[in-house]
């Protein structure tokens, strides 16, 4: 692969290195850069790239840190049923999500989704490094350091994570509360990756005579505080949407 591509629309250079060697580290300090921003990227930045600008490396992250560092602060933040999320810059260090923070943003989470979510706090963590960069570099901004004490971590999730047993559904449709909501929030944080599932022999009145892996798509929680299952992916099938709470289950 070419380390360097040309964007024709913009004029600009767009690096895309297989490996952080010296040749393209290179590269980076010939461009005499002020700051670098680095957003979605899943490893740590080792010191001597982090050396290379000017005014440090800014780090965008999608959690109110120190809560929710690591692989999956939006999952893990719908997982947790909380109300509020946000963005948070932060100078780079060779921590996981550990250096000062630069400027905050945050954003209540209502019903979305994991998808839905990821989408609003992009926009909002490019609005936010936009408005944030100039007082960053005229000093007008301090960072300021997190409160390790109160750091949370995050894991990346499994497909063995998101499998939800079909019994749990059906008490979930049948006495609502807690289960109900538990699985809720699953099915909105774990989709579309790595994907909620069960397994079973008929679901929502539909019946398959032996038992079948389900995708759960979709799920709402009843004016009884019960599970409403929307929108499921039967294997071999296309997606259903679906418009009625779970009935009986096969035993």
């Excluded at 602060?73 to 000062?100: N, R, Y």
């Excluded at 994907?195 to 009884?224: P, V, Y």
Aim: aromatic share 4%.
């Amino acid at each position: 692969m070419e380390h360097q591509l040309q964007d024709p629309t913009l004029s600009i250079p767009l690096l895309q290195p297989e490996a952080l060697d010296d040749a393209f580290l290179e590269q980076l300090r010939s461009f005499e850069p002020d700051l670098f921003v680095i957003a979605a990227y899943a490893k740590l930045v080792k010191q001597n790239v982090l050396d290379i600008p000017k005014h440090g490396t800014i780090g965008v992250h999608p959690s109110l840190l120190p809560a929710y560092r690591g692989a999956s602060p939006m999952q893990t933040t719908l997982l947790d049923g909380q109300d509020i999320t946000g963005v948070s810059l932060f100078m780079i260090d060779e921590k996981m999500d550990h250096g000062p923070i630069v400027a905050q943003e945050t954003v209540q989470i209502g019903t979305m989704n994991y998808t839905q979510l990821a989408k609003k706090l992009a926009e909002i963590g490019g609005e936010l490094v936009a408005k944030t960069i100039p007082g960053l570099v005229d000093g007008t901004i301090v960072p300021q350091e997190q409160d390790h004490t109160k750091a949370t971590f995050t894991k990346k999730f499994s497909t063995d994570d998101a499998f939800i047993d079909i019994h749990d559904i059906e008490r979930a449709h049948s006495e609502g509360g807690e289960i109900a909501l538990a699985i809720e929030r699953k099915i909105r944080a774990l989709n579309p990756e790595p994907g909620t599932w069960t397994i079973a022999k008929s679901i929502c009145n539909l019946h398959f005579g032996q038992e079948k892996r389900i995708k759960l798509l979709e799920a709402d929680i009843s004016m009884e505080d019960t599970l409403i299952i929307k929108k499921i992916h039967i294997e071999g099938k296309k997606p259903l949407e679906l418009h009625q709470h779970i009935q009986g289950i096969d035993k």
